[in-house]
């Protein structure tokens, strides 16, 4: 007997000056929708969880409403349609978005939603909310539109060990690249050298960077790739080459330290001195082009030549858990949970 | 009887420590070149002073070896070929190039000589020496080609009343930007606004920059042509909007007042956080694309969308004396001497 019941999670306290607790959380349910006339529903396969889960819950995040007490959750998935009333979103296609904590989401596919369809079926779709997804598109567009390397290119990548950043030396690599990332720690410089495609190191926490960036890009930077910002933006703007392409992907630490003062650039003016380019992005302005980034991606997925690290956690049940691992630092790799089963 | 006598201006003496005087010059004379197998001869119509001249007397200013005591004079000229034995340099064509202070000059075409043709007619062909050459085409590439206006766009544009600011201004008012320009005299914003076509000026010398960005961009910036760089550039760039383009091309403020550090830049990580872009870019790159900006931009001459200003001097042997009068500040546009009858 098919399931008649859509289980979902609602936020029941907000987690104000404390960390995220099992207790902020109710499971609730209510009947599978049925789609009213331009809307489909998905049945979710995996959810996604991420920091920014927890100022949804207390004050949106500046980005959207805050959340209501007894409200559903908000987070993306990937899953599939399983009744469609939408003349372009159809039953049985695989769909990533905003579907929220629950077993069926329904939605109009208007751009509120952020459905965007997975094509690729050479890999797992738990892919569409990572390698294959959000974080490898950036990664992707950053690299071949704005930095446009070449084979002989020196690649610098800052915020290395991330996902988009150990998604990007991967990228560089099969172009043939020289890729140097820089990261917080000596474990994470050994992941980088080890198993992510790079070529050399820098860990920004105890190594001279600037001396470190001359020892390792003898040839200048050709391709910054910048997910960070501030004073490592600016010692790597002192070492591009002519014609540098630099993509800034991020600037968490672009405030001085204990300030609300933007780190000032002294290098910022060889960009026009020396014909460069300097240039940020959204990545959602690219999606006309994200199923060729998907295919591309999906191929070299498939081939090993571009490698991923989920953690997924079994069971709609634990998706309170599997936030709170985020927070803990405990997960390895992009934290998911499997909402249903996977149909491919 | 044709003339078989090339005129030539020598250096006499080095200015070393002082302006620069007509006993520094020393009117020479060769025979009239006969083209070798590749070469090909021009008649020099036009010939163009610049203020790196000086430094060419003295120490070829870092970009070309110092000139010695009797050699020929560096410069920019435009001229008809008048023999060729060049397959692509023909009998009869304009160029324009490195043609030296002579009545006649040889050259292979190499790179070295930076000849390039003069394909348009519908003006006269000393424009190929500022609006329709280097300083010209400098405005065209980096505004529509890195600038890209759209009619509702507000162009900023420091360095505004000089050859490549003012071109910039006309270029955008073509498209129908709102365009301020920043310039140093309230003599120079009143020919921004009365001349040049600007909407509006900011006279950074006397004036708060930031408040008059703030009053005369009241919408925010979406191009930025810079000329200066240093902390104009840096109050524009906290005034830039989503997708502002910052084409840079200059820097002669990049520097601390009385210092050899680079003015910090507070506001470059605008740049990233905007989805912005700052660019740089080296005329020369654009070559294959110099008939199309001089076509363009012959049209609008004719028109009358753009002006220029050209300060001629009439006769060969007044080359010494057109050149102190530039650095003297005492030309009204771009300083040139009329060295042989232009044939249209």
Chains 1, 2 share one sequence.
Not at 192 to 209: M, P, Q, S, V
Not at 234 to 263: F, H, M, T, W
């Amino acid at each position: 007997m098919p399931p008649t019941k859509n289980r979902q999670w609602l936020l029941a306290e907000r987690p104000i000056d404390r960390p995220v607790k099992l207790t902020d959380f109710k499971l609730g349910e209510s009947p599978i929708p049925e789609p009213k006339d331009g809307e489909f529903v998905i049945r979710v396969i995996y959810s996604s969880l991420a920091p920014v889960m927890r100022f949804y819950m207390l004050d949106g995040a500046g980005i959207e409403k805050p959340l209501e007490i007894g409200e559903v959750m908000r987070g993306r998935g990937v899953g599939q349609i399983v009744a469609s009333r939408n003349s372009i979103f159809k039953e049985g296609e695989i769909v990533q978005g905003k579907m929220g904590w629950q077993e069926y989401a329904v939605s109009d596919g208007s751009p509120y939603w952020m459905m965007y369809k997975v094509h690729q079926r050479l890999v797992p779709v738990s892919t569409a909310l990572g390698i294959l997804g959000m974080t490898g598109f950036t990664a992707y567009f950053g690299l071949f539109d704005i930095g446009k390397p070449k084979p002989t290119d020196t690649v610098l990548v800052s915020g290395a060990a991330g996902g988009v950043g150990s998604s990007v030396a991967q990228l560089a690599k099969t172009v043939g690249c020289y890729v140097v990332g820089i990261a917080g720690s000596d474990e994470k410089c050994k992941l980088l050298t080890e198993k992510l495609g790079y070529d050399a190191a820098i860990n920004y926490k105890t190594e001279d960077i600037p001396a470190r960036m001359d020892a390792l890009c003898p040839k200048g930077i050709d391709v910054f790739f910048d997910n960070v910002g501030g004073p490592i933006l600016d010692a790597a703007l002192a070492r591009i080459n002519k014609y540098a392409r630099v993509v800034s992907c991020g600037g968490i630490s672009q405030y001085i330290a204990g300030s609300n003062e933007p780190y000032p650039l002294k290098n910022a003016y060889k960009i026009g001195r020396l014909n460069a380019l300097l240039q940020g992005f959204l990545i959602y302005d690219y999606e006309p082009r994200f199923a060729e980034a998907e295919v591309a991606m999906a191929q070299w997925v498939k081939e090993g030549k571009l490698t991923y690290q989920e953690d997924v956690l079994d069971g709609f049940e634990r998706m309170p858990e599997a936030l709170i691992r985020l927070y803990e630092g405990k997960n390895r790799g992009k934290q998911l949970v499997r909402v249903s089963k996977d149909p491919f």
